[in-house]
């Protein structure tokens, strides 16, 4: 089963120097749940919400990104090559879990890993 994290899976954040933008391992590894309130339409959705076709039904109270439990795992919104170029295609209605993740966590060491990427506390400085 693929693990399942609570957690900012910040493939697409916009900031040129951020390592997701290389990466996206986190979106390729772990299970993405959260509560439907965050769907397009909910209460409590960022932006415009997580479109509902990108998502399937766990339990009346938890959704999940589709694909992030697949073997291997890959969100339906991440776009690009892991470990090359990515990007969200969601990113500013990302979910909750994806806006509590961040690089050098524990859990992006592992999905990194998972990938053969170092972790980032142990990139080669730029030249
Ligand atoms: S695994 Fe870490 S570096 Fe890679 S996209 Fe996720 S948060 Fe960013
Ligand atoms: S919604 Fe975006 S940031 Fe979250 S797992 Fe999917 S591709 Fe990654």
């Not at 391992?25 to 415009?48: I, K, N, Q, R």
């Not at 694909?67 to 990007?87: I, K, W």
């Not at 806006?99 to 400085?125: K, S, T």
């Amino acid at each position: 089963m693929t693990e399942k994290i609570t957690g900012d899976f910040a493939a697409a954040n916009t900031e040129p120097e951020n390592p997701c933008r290389s990466c996206g391992a986190c979106c390729a590894a772990f299970c993405v749940d959260f509560h439907p309130v965050e769907l397009a339409g909910g209460v409590y959705a960022w932006a415009s919400g997580v479109p509902v076709n990108m998502t399937v039904p766990v339990t009346a109270a938890m959704v999940r990104m589709r694909g992030t439990d697949d073997f291997p795992p890959r969100c339906v919104a991440l776009a690009g090559e892991v470990g090359q170029s990515v990007s969200c295609r969601i990113y500013a209605s990302r979910p909750s879990p994806c806006r509590e993740f961040y690089p050098a966590h524990a859990a992006c060491d592992r999905a990194r890993w998972r990938h053969g990427m170092l972790p980032c506390n142990r990139m080669p400085a730029s030249p």
